[in-house]
């Protein structure tokens, strides 16, 4: 999955019309590229969840505004465009970041708008690939330090949802450590949290990690707190979609648990994410970010194979009340530390602007 030549969205190469994903929801049963013709399939990508990740997300909007430019090039057509994109997922920070980059190369002058939008949309993903390349040339040292401390000893890391090469461009950010570590020959094994209902643990990172011949084992979400207990995890690091000034982190349902367990256990507790899932305009967390509560059915259906077929199957009584939040925040002062494309830092104001200088004033 790290190859240099993997994408998880590009222009179809024959017809620069049509922008190309990967079926997410199909995974891990079957490989599907779906095309994308209007900004209207790209919001219905994003949140029905063809694709998914913050920077995913976000790389899928700037790509949804030029096909909206492709229909109509003016800045009226585009803003329109990236208004309604707005509202498809309210959680992950990249999607409104992506949306207002763009709306600044619309309003600068130039000419050939679609060009203009088509070139900054690559540039994003191509950024976004850096971004992850420095994630996990950074976060590595974490794990070889464990390592070094282990006397080469496997280094157990969990993780939770999935934070790898399909939540973004290439090499992701939570896996990015773990895939480098792997490049420099040390002995890694990841327990991934199957991530439920969308069960991206399962069917997306388990996938990415068995292409990539990363040894791993797949766990219900709540087994992580007792691998802990028994001395099985030597750190956590997931991704988030969201975090806040002062270090507090959204991230897929159950991650708060993880943290807590974490704790308890004295086990390091990291985030990776790219800088521009950082919301410099928000600090506390819990108040502040909006939590996306969604189909009641991803919780009351699973999909898998049924007699060699996919299937949906219903797992509840058809009645039943169902609440289902996407997202949970973990305060900072639960998370050991951040890993971003510049470096680590403390998960706080002061740690992130050490990195990020240029933000003190933002």
Known sequence: MTAETFRTIWQKPDDPSVVQIIDQRVLPHEYRVHDLHTWQDADTAIADMYVRGAPLIGATAAWGLYLAALADPTSAGVRAAGNA????????????????????????????????????????????????????????????????????????????????????????????????????????????????PRNQGSQLTAWELARSEVPHTLIVDNAGGHLMQ?????????????????????????????ALAARDNDIPFYIALPSTTIDWNTRDGVKEIPIEERDPEEVSHIYGMVDGKTARVRTTEEATPISNFAFDVTPARLVTGLITERGICEASEEGLLELFPEMRDA
């Open 85 to 196: 994109l707005l509202q498809s997922r309210p959680t992950a920070v990249n999607l409104r970041w992506a949306v207002e980059r763009i709306f600044r190369l619309v309003d600068a002058s130039g000419d050939d708008l679609v060009e203009r939008i088509r070139r900054d949309a690559q540039a994003i993903c191509d950024e976004d690939v850096e971004i992850s390349r420095g994630i996990g040339e950074h976060g590595v040292e974490l794990l070889a330090e464990i390592s070094r401390r282990k006397s080469g000893e496997t280094v157990n890391v969990l993780t939770h949802c999935n934070a790898g090469s399909l939540a973004t461009i290439n090499y992701g950010t939570a896996t990015a450590p773990v895939y480098f570590a792997q490049h420099r020959g040390i002995d890694v094994h990841v327990w991934v949290d199957e991530t439920r």
């Open 230 to 258: 028994h001395g099985l995890v030597d750190i956590v690091i997931t991704g988030t979609d969201r975090t806040t000034r002062c270090g507090d982190v959204a991230n897929k349902i159950g991650t708060y648990l993880k």
